[in-house]
């Protein structure tokens, strides 16, 4: 280990916009004797929130920090610097501002390097070895951030320009036909907060397959759709409903790595998947689709399943 022989300050933070917005920090790192060859960074960051004058609250851990810019050698006494980025999607931006309450914020940047040590004249290494960055009188790097300032950065990020909008899912009544899907919706759900955006879709895609061979087929395709819709009222309804799943179950297929040249997916596709795809299957339960051919009036049913 180096000890405390490695010192950090954050000079400044920024925003990043994007789809998913970065919290953008700004580090100088330096040694105080030691000559430095750096092969691996690892870090993560956590913010607390004023209480007092001199107290600040429990921390509240906001995911790894990773390297944007770095300085492979480090000299004696020489300032470096290094530029780290943390994901801060809305979610998690909501969540810090529902604890916040109006507070300034203590940012926590936890950086631990390991590296090379070499002689300032002589470039034979003398050891490998690993060690934090940190403040002096801290196990850590930490800035205090005014409100002020957290909200212009916020702001740099697009918070506060959209609304926060909570669309309420349907309820799955438990049923032969959404029964099965169940796992799968949930898996979809665990890559979505995951930030698995490609086997969100895929699993998507997957429930609408286990769905389609529930009818006798072996993807989800328009004959099946038709075959399991009809019953359902009007023949043109069952129709067009039948087209628009099996369009949807088209664009879920991005989701699956068979496409040449493969087709990049995002965040937003994600999301619309996981909404679409459980209303579709909120609706195919309330039409009382249970068998293959076969749809009867919808019954209220008598358990149901929040996902």
């Known amino acids: 280990m180096f000890g405390e022989e490695i010192y950090g300050q954050i000079t400044g933070i920024s925003a990043q916009p994007g789809i998913i917005p970065r919290l953008v920090i700004n580090l100088t790192a330096k040694t105080k004797s030691l000559v430095l060859e750096v ?5 993560s960051a956590k913010v607390a929130f004023r209480e007092s004058a001199s107290t600040f609250g429990e921390e509240l851990y906001i995911g790894p920090a990773y390297v944007e810019r770095w300085a492979p050698t480090m000299p004696p006494a020489n300032d470096v610097r290094w530029t780290f980025a943390v994901d801060l999607n809305p979610r998690l931006i909501q969540l810090i501002e529902g604890k916040r ?3 300034d ?3 926590r940047l936890t950086v631990m390097i390991c590296a090379v040590e070499r002689g300032t004249t002589d470039v034979t290494p003398k050891r490998v070895a690993c060690g934090d960055i940190t403040q ?24 506060g320009e959209y609304y926060e909008m909570d669309i309420p899912l349907p309820r799955l009544a438990k049923t032969s036909v ?3 899907v169940l796992p799968i919706l949930q898996r979809a759900w665990e890559h979505f907060e995951n930030g698995s955006d490609r086997e969100t879709l895929a699993a998507c895609w997957e429930a609408m397959e286990v769905l389609a061979k529930k009818q006798g087929g072996k993807q989800p395709g328009q004959n099946e759709f038709a075959q399991m819709l009809r019953g359902i009222g009007h023949a043109e309804k069952a129709r067009k409903v039948a087209d628009a799943l099996r369009y949807w179950t088209d664009l879920l297929h991005l989701g699956r790595h068979e496409h040449e040249p493969s087709v990049e997916v995002d965040h937003r596709d994600a999301e619309f998947a996981l909404i679409v795809t459980h209303a579709c299957f909120a ?3 309330k039409a009382g689709v249970s068998k293959i051919g076969q749809a009867a009036r919808p019954q209220r049913a008598k358990g149901s399943m929040d996902i």
């Open 283 to 285: 609706y195919l339960a």
């Open 136 to 159: 002096p009188g801290y196990q850590y790097i930490g800035l205090l951030v005014p409100r002020s300032q957290w909200l212009d950065t916020l702001k740099g990020m697009g918070y």
């Open 101 to 103: 309450h109006g507070r």
């Open 178 to 180: 959404v029964n099965p």
């Open 105 to 107: 914020v203590w940012l």
């Open 39 to 43: 092969v691996n960074v690892l870090a």
